[in-house]
């Protein structure tokens, strides 16, 4: 074990967040959040209605190096008070992650401090502990831009993944539909906002996968009824538009609704010990509230207790990436400083690849 307390900074630059942040945590394992900066690179990629690889890498390389001192700044220490340096190491794009981890390895090795190379969805996963006592295992939903996914998260390091999208991941779908609709990057929120006042019945849209035996998802055929629908209507109104938007997202839920159950059943299967299971939620889309809610009553419904870290730590962010290195440099669980990029890395290194599971190569 490491000696306690740990400082750790954490870099994250696998998509469009250039993010630098500083956790501690002591010797019982708690967390505490000492720093945490995130630049959103929005409005460079807006223009282009999603990620434009070479300018995301360019971004994080003209902002990084700001960004560290600021999150070292904000929480008042040096480079040699600190323990370790973890930074993103894949999924995510090769251009961004070469830019963090070679910052990261670059403090390390002028400080002599062990480096962690961290994946990306780790981070999200461990997430819920740096805030609060949330026990191994408990089933993590990770719906994002470039991942969906259900794991099965049984310790730092022990994953299983129990479904993954077979296509599009959810919050891509939702940036499709708002593109189709002409509403702009990122989509998600122009869609929850147009649905408020659709009517949701007017158009039936398929529920993927819905009543099949295992835990994927899958977006593609819900994008291309959208856009079938857009095309046999023409010029469309705002009420056609407010429509597709709620029937859209009806879809999605009851898609969500259907797919938790089966993860919920596959976990009482594997661990038929816990009595109270829980559910961690990660991801943009959580900030969905008709989806919010459908998982509230869903988790209700099945005895599952919610746990959804607070927004600024369920999109992405670098807090994520130091307190998985916490919890990997508390177990002695280093990396070599010649580990390199990994733009598809599966937390679950077991799991039989899945084609086409999200834009970020969330793979296996
Ligand atoms: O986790 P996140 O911030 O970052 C990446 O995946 O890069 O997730 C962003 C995704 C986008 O696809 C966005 O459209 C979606 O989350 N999103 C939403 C909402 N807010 C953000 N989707 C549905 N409803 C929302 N309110
Ligand atoms: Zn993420």
New binding site residues.
């Given amino acids: 074990m490491a000696a306690a307390p740990t400082y750790i900074l954490g870099i994250e630059t696998s998509?469009?967040?250039t993010a630098a942040a500083v956790v501690r945590r002591d010797d019982e394992g708690r967390g505490e959040l000492l720093s945490n900066v995130v630049l959103s690179q929005l409005k460079e990629h807006a223009p282009f209605g999603g990620?434009v690889p070479e300018i995301a890498a360019r971004a994080h390389v003209i902002h990084l190096d700001r960004l560290i001192e600021q999150s070292m700044a904000e929480a008042k220490l040096n480079f040699n008070e600190l323990s370790a340096v973890a930074a993103t190491a894949g999924p995510g794009l090769l251009g961004g992650l070469i830019v963090g981890l070679t910052a990261g390895k670059a403090i390390t090795m002028a400080h002599d401090l062990p480096f962690l190379a961290i994946n990306h969805l780790e981070g999200h996963a461990l997430t819920p502990r740096l805030l609060s006592d949330c026990e191994f295992p408990y089933l993590l939903l990770l719906?994002?831009?470039?991942?969906t996914q259900f794991q099965l998260v049984e310790g730092v390091g022990h994953y299983k993944r129990l479904g993954t999208t077979i296509d599009d991941?959810?919050?891509?779908a939702?940036?499709k539909t708002?593109k189709l609709l002409g509403l702009g990057y990122?989509?998600?929120?122009r869609?929850?906002a147009y649905s408020k006042r659709g009517n949701a019945k007017r158009f039936d849209f398929p529920r993927p996968l819905k009543g099949r035996n295992d835990c994927n998802f899958s977006f593609s055929g819900l994008k291309t009824a959208v856009r079938e629908t857009v095309n046999n209507l023409g010029t469309l109104s705002d009420t056609d538009v407010a429509d597709i938007c709620a029937s859209f997202e009806l879809a999605v839920v009851e898609t969500l609704v259907d797919r938790l159950t089966r993860a919920f059943a596959r976990f009482n299967e594997m661990h038929p010990n816990v009595r109270k299971p829980t559910l961690v939620v990660?991801?943009?889309?959580a900030?969905?509230?008709k989806?919010r809610q459908a998982i509230e009553l869903t988790c209700a419904k099945h005895n599952f207790t919610l746990n959804v870290p607070p927004f600024h730590l369920?999109?992405?962010n670098a807090a994520m990436i130091a307190w998985a290195g916490a919890e990997r440099l508390a177990l002695g669980l280093t990396d070599d400083i010649a580990f390199k990029a990994r733009p598809r890395w599966p937390l679950d290194s077991v799991s039989a690849p899945i084609y086409g599971s999200g834009r970020?190569g969330a793979k296996a």
């Fill in positions: 998509c469009d967040e990620v719906i994002s831009g470039g991942h991941a959810l919050g891509e939702f940036d708002a990122p989509g998600g929120p869609v929850e990660a991801g943009g889309v900030a969905n509230a989806l369920c999109t992405d970020l």
